[in-house]
């Protein structure tokens, strides 16, 4: 890229959306040219009764109609949009994403823990360039806490159920806070953080950077700096909560200067930051001011399209919003296929060194998880091969020939019988590499297809590790009942034929 594009970046979190819009150019930082927060708090009832109720969704829907605009007025071309804890913890999350892309044509991204933590990493590291690089950061959000800890040149991370709003509604804690309140606070912290970091407070833990609007306003608060950041010292920390706890929220607003959705969640936030603080035995913690806006504009500059890749990257949606509109039409639910997509894309990012196939073929497996269970409306049974037929008779706008036979094809092969030349019509009028391709891509859906096999919408992938002959694969749900991984271990021979590695599946 030699020229300036416009880029934008969004980050729907728990207690607030935040929206940016920067000029990118190659190996240069973004310059950011507008920016808006709105008081959005998915994660109200998000956390205590597992879904979002309309009002929220309404209000969801209006801010990314906001953020329309914004990126319509000054030309925004490639853009990122997340959504972190309290969607991936809604039951009813694939409401929110449809409405926003049929009434804004933003596509909302829900990504995982691990994701998010991986985004800070880059921001916090881009933001200490010149400097020596922290041991841990500590990114505190409206429903969880990332915590990142680096050990010599290994990076761990891990998600914990320590958000702001999720304290807030769940222990009832959005006004002034008692001793006692604080004190089971300040417990359940230290035991979270210590199940990730046992023995923490080492020396190896400091120095501590903190993330996310709460830490931004105690570090614009208490005034400190060291070495020229921003930051508080622990010290100052508790001093100020002792003036903030026992504070309701109109005396929060009017005595601090703080908006209202901050006043009620910034007494559970400080108590958050010091006991994290003493927990990992830091005198002074810094902010750098950066969140997931920052490193998506920053992957966003390297990622700015070509000229053709921008074609690329339109065709593609184009294609998926015709398969959307095309399983409307023939009465398909999409609420399992869109779940599959999102788990097969997952799957097929975060094992790019395995398969080792261009990114243009990620809409091939897209488009086949979204119309894979797409032949159910003709009859349940063998419906595979009704799906077949209708993808290739659908005339699906931005996909053609010879994508439109492999996407076929891998709806044929999603379930049952492995693709066969002859018997298969898609995979026979496929040339040898791109039935190659197929048998890539295929274990990715069936194994996006296993996860979801339940319909339970909440089996998430919490790790993957690719070693030297296996990969390992750990997952996580939100209900108090046991996953089946025996529904995913079943793929495992085929995966282990396609990638000779050996897949292993266990539960958190």
């Known amino acids: 890229m030699t020229k300036s594009a416009v880029i934008g970046a969004i980050d729907a979190g728990s207690n607030a959306m935040r929206v940016v819009v920067a000029e990118a150019v190659a190996g240069r930082l973004p310059r950011k040219i507008a920016g808006k927060r709105l008081p959005v708090r998915l994660g109200h009832r998000a956390f205590t009764m597992g879904e979002l109720d309309p009002a929220t969704i309404d209000a969801a829907v209006a801010a990314f109609q906001t953020f329309r605009q914004l990126f319509d007025a000054h030309g925004v071309e490639h853009y990122r949009a997340v959504a972190t804890s309290a969607l991936r913890q809604s039951r009813n999350r694939e409401i929110v994403v449809h409405r926003i892309f049929q009434e804004t044509s933003i596509e909302l991204e829900i990504i995982t823990g691990g994701e998010e933590a991986r985004l800070i990493r880059k921001a916090v590291r881009n933001a200490f360039r010149n400097r020596p690089k922290p041991a841990t950061v500590l990114d505190l959000g409206g429903g969880s806490l990332e915590v990142i800890v680096r050990n010599v040149a290994r990076w761990s991370s891990a998600s914990l159920p320590i958000g702001t709003v999720r304290l807030v509604e769940t222990l009832d804690l959005g006004g002034a806070i008692d001793a006692e309140g604080a004190a089971m606070v300040r417990r359940y912290v230290r035991t979270l953080l210590q199940t990730f970091a046992p023995g923490g407070g080492s020396d190896g833990f400091t120095p501590v950077v903190a993330c996310g609007g709460n830490a931004e306003a105690y570090a614009r608060l208490i005034g400190e700096e060291f070495d020229g950041m921003a930051g508080f010292s622990v010290a100052s920390l508790e001093k100020l909560l002792n003036k903030v706890l026992p504070a309701d929220v109109n005396t929060r607003m ?255």
Not at 277 to 294: I, M, N, S, Y
Not at 331 to 359: C, I, Q
Not at 381 to 397: A, C, I, N
Not at 399 to 416: G, T, W, Y
Request: cysteine-free; glycine content about 6%; hydrophobic content about 45%.
């Open 254 to 508: 009017k005595e601090l200067g703080v908006r209202q959705d901050r006043a009620d969640v910034m007494g559970v936030a400080g108590l958050i930051l010091a006991t994290a603080a003493h927990e990992l035995k830091a005198e002074h913690v810094l902010v750098p001011k950066v969140g997931l806006r920052d490193a998506l504009l920053f992957e966003a500059v390297a990622g700015v399209p070509s000229q053709k890749d921008s074609a690329q990257v339109a065709r593609a949606k184009a294609a998926l919003t015709a398969a959307r509109m095309f399983s409307a039409r023939v009465g398909h639910d999409l609420t399992h296929s869109e779940r599959v997509r999102e788990l097969a894309v997952e799957l097929f990012e975060r094992l790019r060194n395995v398969h080792g196939l261009p990114s243009k073929l990620r809409i091939v497996l897209e488009l086949a998880a979204v119309l894979h269970d797409v032949g159910e409306v003709v009859h349940r049974r063998s419906h595979h091969k009704h799906g077949e037929y209708m993808v290739l008779w659908s005339r699906l706008p931005g996909i053609e020939s010879p994508e439109l036979e492999m996407v076929a094809a891998l709806v044929r092969a999603h379930r049952k019988s492995m693709p066969t030349v002859g018997k298969h019509i898609a995979f026979t009028a496929l040339n040898k590499t791109r039935r190659d391709q197929v048998m890539q891509l295929l274990p990715l859906l069936r194994m996006a297809d296993s996860l979801e096999s339940s319909k339970r919408q909440d089996v998430k992938i919490d790790s993957l590790t690719i070693g030297d002959s296996q990969v390992k694969i750990v997952l996580t749900g939100d209900g108090d009942a046991p996953i089946d991984t025996g529904e995913l271990l079943r793929e495992s021979d085929l995966f282990e034929k396609q990638y000779g590695l050996a897949l292993s599946v266990t539960e958190t």
